[in-house]
């Protein structure tokens, strides 16, 4: 899969690089964030950026599902998708 | 007893972001004072002069993951601690050992990062960033030289204001001594320079309008500096058994707390601090050669401590050679003690007195020598490098050549 397929996704992504300074290139959706090297406080900065980007607010309490990029990419959508609904 | 030597130093300061640049402009009496640019002020400002480090450039020394976790006080101490480590060659001896420990003093900490912080929360009403208590904690400079070399001892930072820095490594010395550790990184570190901290000193009209001139007659005021000084410190026989060169050894540590005014020093305070340092060293009055002093260029510091240094040498007090390096590199608050432990060490090594810069003559309270704005040749066998702080408490160490 392409790194940007939708502009959304591709939103994602750059702010997972932006928030863990990692190659965009690398995240790939399986990709494991342990594999990448982002700890879990590079993932506080992450949800910092994509907070930033989409001007949401994302739970923090249940981080523990975040095991991958594609996760994380998921987790925001849905977000997003529950805004949009509600 | 167990002796404790200096293996590594480094310094970054107003005189370069290096120590043998720094060391270059002691020897030439070339100072850093400047005039203060603060663009994009969101007011005025009323201090004119400054000691700014130049030429530093994070995005060359750290990676953007790294240099994210990194207020400026913390770059500074970083770097002088990898100057410190390179010269004493003992980082892969040091690395997941227990037996060393990390102490650096701040007295103001993450300031631009509480400025930053400031303006996002009051001024945007917005979000904090989540690298701010990171890099606002005082022992940042500890956790991040602990880190980078994998020391695994004893770390923390320590803060007193201006005397952090004496503090810190006098901590470092004595837990040496003691058996505590067989060796320390210590040292100092400070960078005050964002807008909300600079009106705070503006407001305690303590800052000079022109430049410092320690014991000087018409001196007005310190003038604000910054940087790093950190220093490996090293049981003596740990330092011969690997090959290390003592390059000089911390003799003695004395401290004191004047409980008494906030910001007007005490005569019987800062005696009884060098009086402390030099019973530690186990020497006398008159085997000081050199007294790097804490002298700030207030009106009030220096005639304190000419006072007390008459207290203190008695007669020998006027064949001394007694200078303010803060006349070239600015009172660099937490730093100023390591920065200027590293030209008291200097001095030592080199038998060169760095000068009091900017000096226009002697003044009723100060009459003694205080090496004006010529550097001066000298053999210096033990100094004492004195820090004062606002507060009240005073950090005084004793350093003599290493026989």
């Given at each position: 899969m392409p790194a940007a397929e939708t502009d959304v996704e591709g939103r994602i992504l750059r702010a997972i690089a932006r928030g863990a300074?990692?190659?965009?290139?690398?995240?790939?959706?399986?990709?494991?964030l342990e594999a990448l090297a982002i700890s879990s406080l590079d993932v506080v900065n992450v949800i910092f950026e994509i907070e930033d980007e989409f001007g949401i607010e994302v739970p923090t309490e249940r981080d523990d599902e975040l095991k991958t990029v594609g996760h994380v990419i998921a987790k925001i959508k849905g977000i997003l998708a529950a805004r949009r609904a509600g | 007893m167990r002796r404790v030597v200096v293996t590594g130093r480094g310094c970054v300061s107003a005189l370069g972001v290096e120590r043998r640049a720094f060391e270059q402009a002691l020897r030439s009496g070339r100072g850093g004072i400047g005039p203060l640019h603060y663009p994009n002020a969101p007011g005025p400002l009323n201090m004119p002069v400054a000691a700014r480090v130049t030429g530093f450039v994070p995005e060359q020394l750290f990676d953007a993951k790294r240099a994210a976790q990194l207020d400026p006080f913390a770059q500074f101490a970083l770097v002088a601690a990898r100057e410190a480590m390179a010269e004493a060659g003992l980082a892969s001896r040091l690395r997941g050992g227990g037996r060393c420990a990390v102490i650096v003093g701040t007295g103001v900490g993450g300031q631009a990062t509480v400025d930053e912080m400031s303006q996002r929360v009051y001024g945007h009403g917005g979000r904090v960033h989540p690298m701010t208590i990171p890099r606002v904690m005082a022992s940042s400079p500890a956790s991040q030289i602990s880190t980078e070399f994998g020391i695994q001892g004893p770390a923390f930072g320590v803060t007193s204001a201006c005397s952090s820095s004496n503090h810190a490594i006098g901590l470092g010395f004595r837990m040496i001594r003691d058996g505590y550790a067989d060796a320390a990184i210590v040292g100092g570190t400070d960078c005050c320079f964002s807008y909300g901290h600079l009106k705070a000193w503006e407001a305690l009209r303590v800052t000079a309008p022109d430049t410092c001139r320690p014991?000087?007659?018409?001196?007005?005021g310190l003038v604000l500096g910054e940087g790093a000084g950190i220093f490996v410190l090293e049981e003596l026989d740990h330092a011969r058994e690997r090959g290390g060169e003592a390059l000089a050894e911390i003799a003695g540590f004395g401290m004191s707390a004047d409980a008494g005014d906030l910001v007007h020093p005490a005569v019987a305070g800062m005696a009884s601090a060098m009086r402390a340092a030099l019973q530690d060293a186990g020497a006398a009055p008159e085997e000081v050669d050199y007294v790097n002093a804490h002298g700030t260029g207030t009106p009030t510091n220096d005639g304190m401590e000419t006072r007390a240094l008459h207290a203190v040498l008695g007669p020998h007090a006027r064949a001394v050679a007694i200078s303010s390096t803060k006349s070239l590199h600015g009172h660099a608050l937490g730093a100023a003690g390591a920065i200027e432990l590293a030209a008291t060490i200097f001095a030592l090594r080199e038998g060169i007195v760095p000068p009091t810069a900017n000096y226009l003559g002697p003044d009723d309270e100060c009459d003694l020598d205080y090496t004006p704005n010529e550097p001066r040749e000298r053999r210096i066998r033990l100094a004492l490098s004195n820090s004062f702080a606002f507060g009240g408490l005073n950090a005084v160490l004793a350093v003599r050549q290493v026989d």
């Amino acid at each position: 899969m392409p790194a940007a397929e939708t502009d959304v996704e591709g939103r994602i992504l750059r702010a997972i690089a932006r928030g863990a300074h990692v190659d965009p290139a690398r995240l790939r959706p399986e990709a494991t964030l342990e594999a990448l090297a982002i700890s879990s406080l590079d993932v506080v900065n992450v949800i910092f950026e994509i907070e930033d980007e989409f001007g949401i607010e994302v739970p923090t309490e249940r981080d523990d599902e975040l095991k991958t990029v594609g996760h994380v990419i998921a987790k925001i959508k849905g977000i997003l998708a529950a805004r949009r609904a509600g | 007893m167990r002796r404790v030597v200096v293996t590594g130093r480094g310094c970054v300061s107003a005189l370069g972001v290096e120590r043998r640049a720094f060391e270059q402009a002691l020897r030439s009496g070339r100072g850093g004072i400047g005039p203060l640019h603060y663009p994009n002020a969101p007011g005025p400002l009323n201090m004119p002069v400054a000691a700014r480090v130049t030429g530093f450039v994070p995005e060359q020394l750290f990676d953007a993951k790294r240099a994210a976790q990194l207020d400026p006080f913390a770059q500074f101490a970083l770097v002088a601690a990898r100057e410190a480590m390179a010269e004493a060659g003992l980082a892969s001896r040091l690395r997941g050992g227990g037996r060393c420990a990390v102490i650096v003093g701040t007295g103001v900490g993450g300031q631009a990062t509480v400025d930053e912080m400031s303006q996002r929360v009051y001024g945007h009403g917005g979000r904090v960033h989540p690298m701010t208590i990171p890099r606002v904690m005082a022992s940042s400079p500890a956790s991040q030289i602990s880190t980078e070399f994998g020391i695994q001892g004893p770390a923390f930072g320590v803060t007193s204001a201006c005397s952090s820095s004496n503090h810190a490594i006098g901590l470092g010395f004595r837990m040496i001594r003691d058996g505590y550790a067989d060796a320390a990184i210590v040292g100092g570190t400070d960078c005050c320079f964002s807008y909300g901290h600079l009106k705070a000193w503006e407001a305690l009209r303590v800052t000079a309008p022109d430049t410092c001139r320690p014991f000087s007659r018409d001196r007005r005021g310190l003038v604000l500096g910054e940087g790093a000084g950190i220093f490996v410190l090293e049981e003596l026989d740990h330092a011969r058994e690997r090959g290390g060169e003592a390059l000089a050894e911390i003799a003695g540590f004395g401290m004191s707390a004047d409980a008494g005014d906030l910001v007007h020093p005490a005569v019987a305070g800062m005696a009884s601090a060098m009086r402390a340092a030099l019973q530690d060293a186990g020497a006398a009055p008159e085997e000081v050669d050199y007294v790097n002093a804490h002298g700030t260029g207030t009106p009030t510091n220096d005639g304190m401590e000419t006072r007390a240094l008459h207290a203190v040498l008695g007669p020998h007090a006027r064949a001394v050679a007694i200078s303010s390096t803060k006349s070239l590199h600015g009172h660099a608050l937490g730093a100023a003690g390591a920065i200027e432990l590293a030209a008291t060490i200097f001095a030592l090594r080199e038998g060169i007195v760095p000068p009091t810069a900017n000096y226009l003559g002697p003044d009723d309270e100060c009459d003694l020598d205080y090496t004006p704005n010529e550097p001066r040749e000298r053999r210096i066998r033990l100094a004492l490098s004195n820090s004062f702080a606002f507060g009240g408490l005073n950090a005084v160490l004793a350093v003599r050549q290493v026989d």
